[in-house]
């Protein structure tokens, strides 16, 4: 089935459509919600409202750019509704702790992305939020204070702060391993 005819039958609410597309989809998309969520259960929850939102408006879609473009923004939009009506926003950790130290390129190279993505877990909403939203969706400064309304300074101070913190996390895991 081609994805022009997915997108008509779920336009139909076709059921059958609708699953093919959720098989399709949503492990993709799961693995961005584990990225803004702080669980695996907040993940699902995250994942489950996104996809009500996409079979709400998949009529919309104009068949322009990548349609698994626009189901992940759909994805990413409803984990920061979900992070907005949380009371742990833009958090302010102090980074005493974490000097500005050098990684070699090697230290990179050992770390599979399953590590990678638990470290970036373990970071501070703020953080992980505005970290996830550059460093892996791709977004500028400017479009990550419009979506969480805040100034494009705390933007690019919490990327900097979070990257200092994986390095310093970084370091501990090698340190382990050692």
């Not at 996409?54 to 990548?66: H, M, R, W």
């Not at 791709?138 to 969480?148: N, Q, T, W």
Request: net charge neutral; aromatic share 10%.
């Amino acid at each position: 089935m081609t994805e022009k005819e997915l997108i008509k039958g779920c336009i139909q609410e076709d059921r059958y459509y609708q699953q093919e597309l959720f098989r399709r989809y949503s492990g993709k998309m799961l693995m961005v919600c584990l990225r803004y969520a702080r669980h695996e259960m907040e993940a699902e929850d995250i994942l489950q409202d996104a996809f009500i939102k996409i079979f709400d408006n998949i009529a919309k879609f104009e068949f322009k750019g990548s349609f698994e473009g626009w189901i992940r923004r759909i994805v990413i939009n409803t984990a920061l509704k979900n992070y907005s009506r949380k009371s742990f926003k833009q958090e302010q950790i102090g980074l005493d702790n974490y000097p500005d130290l050098p990684l070699e390129p090697e230290i990179y190279a050992h770390l599979q992305e399953e590590e990678l993505l638990r470290l970036i877990a373990k970071l501070p909403e703020g953080y992980r939020l505005v970290f996830n939203l550059n460093a892996i969706e791709g977004y500028s400064h400017k479009e990550i204070a419009d979506m969480l309304g805040i100034q494009e300074s705390t933007s690019r101070s919490q990327l900097v702060k979070a990257r200092k913190m994986l390095q310093a996390m970084i370091i501990d895991l090698q340190k382990i391993a050692v």
